[in-house]
């Protein structure tokens, strides 16, 4: 396949001009100068005035497969990220049962392979059953494919045990994925504690879960010298926590959310459960030190934490209905939005969602070198469009982009060399 | 004039004006419960549904009273025995209740949000009897028709509000009308018991009762509940009702004048004890009778009965 004279954006190789590609056998081939002779008898895919990307990696989602399908499986979650450009969905262990044992890590490998649309990489549980408790077999689980080791949702409370998960992961040369909460903290909290919450009558998550457990997992890292990633942090004072730990050279990435990136808590002042999600959206003050820490590139990554919910559950009332929404379809335009809305350079966002995961999860793919996999994106940067249910391929629609009109759009996903999604 | 809402959500939706329109015409609505036949036929052929989520006496007495003392026909649903009950979601109940319908739900419920859905989705009016740690506008529109009956105004009126501000939708819609009428709100809790955010509602904020003890009009008591010492919000109801309980010796240092409020239901011995409740300051009898009259003007007027102010 040739693709033909589209402007391509690869800051793995510090790349921004017009480009012809040429893949064969789900590699690419070779990147030269737009304008050279087409071999002859190629598939031609013109991409003339569209951007050319490198294949998404979305190091944070939930696929719900196995024992969620009803939220989402792997079927419709791989159709929902070909259809956001994301050609690697890396999948939460807290699925029924927990992916904290080689089978499930096969059984989610294998279902993702007969999907065959994305690649599907899992992180194994920390600890089994997602309890806090006992080490999971993650060297059996890294054998079986996994990528990286979370709890996610229901950290490692007890900091003995994730010092020697910590440790035990880097046995395995597994990274380590922190989603930090202090659950005591958290408690019954819905949304960010400060004056909306109070004034709507609901329960306020302090920033300091988050802060609390940042602060710890920086300093096991300092001390064991084992790497952590921070996923979807929410405050400036987590942000400042990783500032402060990186100079001083400590071992600790960190990812950020387009919802947490481009919204804030007003959102919840209509009780829309849209607006539910863990750590909750926080406040402007918050939001703004966010985008800051993207510029100043303290922000490694950029994750979905794609959460697909029925709407039978996001229909209850704000106390009750359970945290997360989708976000594969609306990745890419949101990047966009931070791109043209705060002037950060789009090569620079575009790392956080291609070359940046693939370095910290140590996978190939989110880069368009010679040799390397044919995961590409044909996005179109001018065409507006405006978010409806319709629209959605994921099984859940719970998100608050719903009405939004976007700048940029995806027109084709090629994963492997194999087209996986076009708009038209 | 007609009334410009279809609903009553929260306190917050209410001008000073309307506050008032509410307060005058409460005044005609209190005298037909003196009267020896307590009905008139304003809302005769009206149907109003109260579906109370969450245990309650007086409110659902109070509101189902009003109804029918305007001759409305009243239906009462309750959590236990409902649908419920069964696992039904409150939102299939709601959509149940308007299929026979009714011109007016009033709704309790133990969670915030659900009123304004209620209200942006049916068609009938939604008055809010209570939600969550939101609001209780009714509450707090009797509170201010107790105070003015008492003291003539509103305006310039210092009211002291004790007690788990944190967790009370009394206290919230009470110092969103109050600050509204141009009264003065000092909030009284412990530190564990006062929302984050505090200092963005206008209001003065004492970690001390006795300091505010001898400078308030009024006294507005808030129930604590037991299960707030097991969350750890304080330790104990001895030590509460030491710093923060109403008791003799701080009814006798309160200003000349002064009065005791409190929405009920009680706990006697905590955060008051009986020389305060049942002595001579105490106005808490009056705001359950004013309870009714307030609730039937906000019937009255949400179900289409016009402004009439004397």
């Known amino acids: 396949m040739w693709i033909n004279g589209g402007r391509i954006i690869d800051p793995a190789n510090n790349r921004d001009e017009l480009s012809d590609i040429l893949i064969r056998n789900g590699i690419i081939q070779e990147v030269m100068p737009a304008g050279g002779p087409v071999p002859p008898g190629e598939e031609v895919l013109d991409a003339t005035g569209l951007w050319v990307l490198p294949g998404l990696i979305d190091m944070h989602a939930h696929l719900r497969e196995p024992g969620y399908e009803y939220k989402e499986d792997i079927a419709s979650g791989s159709l929902a990220a070909a259809a956001g450009g994301i050609t690697t969905v890396v999948c939460m262990a807290n699925t029924d049962p927990v992916n904290d044992n080689a089978s499930v890590t096969q059984y989610i490998i294998q279902k993702a392979l007969s999907v065959g649309l994305v690649r599907v990489l899992p992180v194994g549980a920390m600890t089994k059953g997602q309890q806090g408790k006992e080490l999971s077999e993650m060297g059996l689980m890294k054998e079986a494919g996994i990528v990286g080791v979370s709890d996610d949702g229901r950290p490692v409370e007890n900091a003995a045990i994730m010092r020697s998960a910590m440790e035990y992961a880097a046995t395995f040369s597994l990274p380590v994925i922190s989603h930090c909460e202090d659950k005591n903290l958290a408690a019954t909290g819905v949304m960010n504690e400060g004056a909306l919450a109070s004034e709507l009558g609901l329960t306020g998550i302090t920033p300091l879960a988050e802060e609390v457990m940042v602060s710890r997992d920086v300093l096991m890292a300092q001390y064991t010298g084992v790497p952590v990633h921070i996923t979807h942090i929410s405050t400036k004072g987590s942000l400042e926590i990783i500032r402060e730990a990186k100079q001083q050279g400590a071992k600790v990435t960190c990812d950020a959310t387009p919802h947490h990136l481009l919204l804030t808590e007003e959102g919840v002042r209509t009780y829309d459960t849209n607006y539910k999600m863990n750590p909750p959206l926080r406040n402007e003050d918050h939001r703004h030190a966010l985008i800051e820490g993207l510029r100043m590139n303290l922000i490694d990554c950029i994750a979905t934490d794609h959460a697909p919910h029925a709407k039978d559950e996001k229909d209850l009332d704000f106390d009750l209905a359970p945290f997360g929404i989708i976000g594969f379809q609306t990745l890419l335009p949101a990047l966009m939005k931070l791109h043209l809305d705060f002037d950060i350079d789009f090569s620079q966002i575009l790392a956080c969602v291609t070359k940046n995961p693939a370095k910290i999860l140590g996978i190939d793919g989110g880069e368009l070198s010679l040799g390397s996999r044919a995961d590409i994106t044909i996005f179109d940067p001018e065409a507006t469009w405006t978010l409806t249910e319709e629209m959605i391929v994921s099984k859940s629609r719970n998100t608050p982009f719903l009405g939004w009109t976007f700048t940029g759009k995806v027109v084709r996903t090629i994963a492997e060399g194999k087209i996986v999604y076009s708009a038209d | ?310």
Not at chain 2, 98 to 116: E, H, N, T
Not at chain 2, 219 to 237: D, N, T
Request: glycine residues 8%; charged residues 25%; hydrophobic residues 40%.
């Open chain 2, 1 to 310: 004039m007609n009334w410009p809402h279809k609903d009553l959500i929260a306190i917050a939706d209410l001008s000073c004006e309307e506050i008032y329109t509410i307060l005058d015409m409460s005044k005609s609505f209190k005298e037909i419960s003196k009267r020896d036949i307590k009905k008139v036929p304003a809302l005769r052929g009206k149907t109003v549904v109260l579906l109370f989520y969450e245990a309650s006496t007086r409110t659902r007495l109070s509101f189902e009273l009003a109804a029918k003392r305007l001759s409305a026909d009243t239906m009462a649903l309750s959590a236990s025995g409902s649908s419920f009950a069964k696992g039904e979601t409150i939102m299939d109940a709601a959509q149940n209740v308007m299929a026979m319908s009714p011109d007016c739900i009033v709704i309790r419920y133990p969670y915030a949000g659900l009123p304004k859905k209620l209200a942006r989705e049916l068609p009938c009016s939604i008055i809010n009897a209570g939600d969550g740690a939101h609001e209780h506008p009714s509450q707090a529109l009797l509170d201010m028709y107790s105070m003015k009956e008492h003291f003539g105004k509103l305006e310039g009126l210092h009211v002291a509000i004790v007690g788990d501000i944190l967790h009370s939708r009394v206290a919230r819609s009470n110092v969103n009308g109050l600050k509204k009428v141009g009264a003065q709100v000092t909030v009284v809790a412990p530190k564990t018991l006062l929302p984050v955010g505090i200092e963005t509602w206008g209001v003065n904020v004492s970690t001390a009762f006795d300091p505010v003890v001898g400078e308030a009009d009024v006294i507005m008591m808030l129930r604590v509940q037991k299960e707030r010492i097991h969350e750890q919000y304080f330790s104990g109801e001895r030590e509460y009702a030491y710093f923060y309980g109403l008791n003799k010796t701080r009814v006798d240092k309160m200003k000349q004048g002064a009065v005791i409020m409190h929405p009920g239901p009680m706990n006697r011995g905590v955060e008051i004890t009986h020389d305060a409740a049942d002595g001579t300051r105490s106005i808490i009898l009056n705001q359950v009778e004013n309870g009714v009259a307030v609730r039937m003007t906000l019937l009255y007027l949400s179900l289409g009965g016009n402004v009439n102010v004397d």
